[in-house]
């Protein structure tokens, strides 16, 4: 059975697997907020929200665990939920342009592109956004950073 829940204080679990990802977070400004689902009490995926260059989540999941893809989209309701509930007029995705599967979940959840992220003069990232008051239009995307 899947458990899907808002990350709190007693959650040391949670704070163990980051620990873990640490490629994933940026250690110096760590996550506002967390989402996490668990299977039979072992974490399959955490959902964070962070506020480094822009407000984003990012979707860390337990490679143990394959094909995360129905339990990311119920974490992502539930996010979505707290993000509406606090006025949150948008919030991003950024994923690695190899991940094509959670960039079509993305697309299907109704985040549209806004923008990608370079390395070495080359994208490496696709920027996806989630706007809470409004359907982007084709004016409002950014093509690029």
């Given amino acids: 059975m899947t458990t899907y829940t808002e990350v709190g ?8 697997f980051l620990v873990n990802h640490l490629q994933r977070i ?15 009490g072992e974490i399959v995926v955490v ?31 539930i996010a979505e939920a707290w993000f509406r509930a606090a006025g949150m007029p ?8 190899h991940l094509y599967h959670f960039q079509s979940l993305l697309r299907r959840f109704g985040f ?9 003069g080359h994208p490496v990232e696709t920027v996806y956004g989630y706007n809470f ?3 982007l239009n084709a004016d409002q995307v950014r093509t690029g950073v």
């Avoid at 204080?9 to 163990?16: H, Y």
């Avoid at 929200?49 to 974490?75: C, G, Q, S, W």
């Avoid at 948008?90 to 342009?97: D, I, R, S, Y």
């Fill in 9 to 16: 204080p007693d959650d040391r679990d949670v704070a163990l």
């Fill in 47 to 77: 959902l964070t929200f962070e506020n480094v260059t822009y407000p984003a989540i990012h979707i860390i999941t337990n490679d143990k665990f394959p094909r995360p893809f129905m339990r990311v989209i119920k974490l992502w309701r």
């Fill in 90 to 97: 948008m919030v991003a995705a950024p994923v690695f342009n």
């Fill in 26 to 40: 940026n250690i110096w400004r760590l996550p506002l907020k967390a989402w996490v689902a668990r299977q039979d």
């Fill in 133 to 135: 008051k409004e359907t």
């Fill in 112 to 120: 549209t592109k806004i923008g990608e992220e370079y390395e070495d």
